[in-house]
């Protein structure tokens, strides 16, 4: 019970926190497309948070610690601080775009935008019906194991490709193109935040360096 209201009260506090922001930002009530985010965001967080809290409360409490408080490598403290800074900005200048008309984006871009935020959430949730250890934190866990299957079949980190489907659809959603140059602060971040992670995973977890010889891509099929 004591999980399900921390769960309930986070999810409150980040929807209220979000709305401040885009509204705050964008000067108006009047924001079709700060509306529809909000729903789009808001169900597919609270989907993933329903199935967790059933299937598996200890991935949805490991889930919970989150920030840079939480990470114990200081690289990832340092990632983890300008990536929610950034997780701020991102909304708060998709909507400033919108406000002050700095580009123009058609309504179905839009709806394209939010297709991509649920994409990537929906991502996510098959990544955590996959591995129970994906925490919100670079750490081993206890009895960790290597998970090689579904998504992780196809790329090491699987997760971020849907953090990346996340952060490109934000923007579009809210009705902004100048949104998108977040991909320069974003990407970076993340290939530090892989590369830092994989160190870790090589040194602890075993039969890593033999998945890495297996799954060959990090993040994108044929890239990267």
Known sequence: MDLI??????????????????????????????????????LSTNLIGIYLAIK??????????????AETRPLQKALITVAFAGAIALPAVSALD??????????????LGNALVALGL??????????????STIEKMEDQKVISTGPYSWVRHPMYVGVLVLIVGTPLALG??????????????????????????????????DYMEKVRYRLVPGLW
């Open 5 to 42: 209201v921390r769960t309930a009260r986070s999810a409150i506090l980040g929807l209220l926190a979000l709305g401040a922001i885009v509204f705050g930002s964008a000067g108006t009530l009047d924001y079709w497309q700060g509306w529809a985010f909000i729903v789009v965001f808001t």
């Open 56 to 69: 598996d409360p200890a991935l949805l409490e490991r889930r919970l610690k989150a920030g840079p408080g």
């Open 98 to 111: 919108y406000r002050f008309g700095w580009s123009y984006v058609p309504p179905f871009v839009s709806v």
């Open 122 to 135: 929906m991502i996510d949730l098959r990544v955590f019906r996959e591995n129970s250890y994906g925490a």
């Open 176 to 209: 902004s193109y100048w949104g998108l140059l977040f991909l320069f602060l974003n990407v970076p971040i993340l290939i530090l935040r892989i590369l830092d992670e994989e160190k870790m995973l090589q040194q602890e977890l075993e039969g890593y360096p």
